[in-house]
């Protein structure tokens, strides 16, 4: 079974809005990580955030890790509709494997 | 662009076929990953290749198989296709040889199998 699952699984804000996604995982991490998708191609990798760290930012992205919760939060600020993509959590588990969840599906309406 | 390439594109095979798919990593790059995407899914993990030697592998059963040249281009060949394998292929180039590292992905490969 997935490791992440994303919530929502789809999202549609006005541009200029925020936008936020949730990804919750079941076993123990190493880190996290958000990549984003456009339209079936290949993945850009957004953000890495280590289970010893609670906050991270990177220009209009802001990461949470809540390791007791075993939840991330992506909050994307100030949405354009560049940002309309699909958005993935990937854990590394203790196992050394990485597990993608099903993504969530961001469209930035004009 | 993240200088990761993929070959080809599109292909278009029939059950019980064999396909190789083809990746050439970024330039530096040392480890090469392969992911298969199902429509509306995930990335799953397939295996990753250090230095051409396998490194880790998901639950893919051995006729999904691998190689990884000195050049570190990687290929990815699956045998006896079946219908459930038409999806998104996946390579990513890394430094470093662990899961941690960031990825820089291609473009992909869509597989048919019809």
């Known amino acids: 079974s997935q490791q992440g699952e994303e919530d929502p699984q789809a999202l549609s804000i006005q541009e200029g809005e925020n936008a936020t996604m949730n990804c919750s995982y079941k076993?123990?991490?190493?880190?996290l990580q958000w990549y984003r998708q456009n339209s079936g191609r290949g993945l850009v990798h957004l953000i890495l955030?280590?289970?010893?760290?609670r906050e991270k930012h990177s220009g209009r992205l802001r990461v949470t890790l809540d390791t007791s919760k075993k939840s991330s939060s992506l909050l994307i600020t100030a949405s354009r509709a560049a940002d309309t993509a699909s958005y993935f959590c990937?854990?590394?588990?203790?196992?050394?494997?990485?597990?993608f969840g099903k993504g969530t599906r961001l469209h930035i309406l004009p | 662009e993240t200088g990761v390439t993929q070959s080809p594109t599109h292909l278009i095979k029939t059950r019980g076929q064999q396909v190789t798919l083809r990746c050439s990593s970024q330039s530096g790059h040392n480890t090469v990953s392969w992911y298969q995407q199902a429509l509306g899914q995930g990335p799953q993990f397939i295996f990753q290749?250090?230095?051409?030697?396998?490194?880790g592998r998901g639950n893919f059963p051995p006729r999904f198989s691998g190689l990884q040249f000195p050049n570190y281009s990687s290929e990815l060949n699956v045998n006896a296709l079946e219908l459930d394998d038409s999806a998104l292929y996946l390579c990513?180039?890394?430094?470093?040889?662990?899961?941690?590292?960031?990825?820089?992905f291609g473009p992909g490969t869509r597989l048919t199998v019809l």
């Open positions: 990937a854990t590394d588990a203790r196992d050394d494997k990485i597990i």
């Open positions: 955030i280590r289970s010893n760290e």
């Open positions: 990513a180039s890394s430094l470093g040889g662990t899961r941690t590292d960031t990825q820089y």
């Open positions: 290749y250090y230095r051409e030697e396998e490194n």
């Open positions: 076993t123990s991490i190493n880190n």
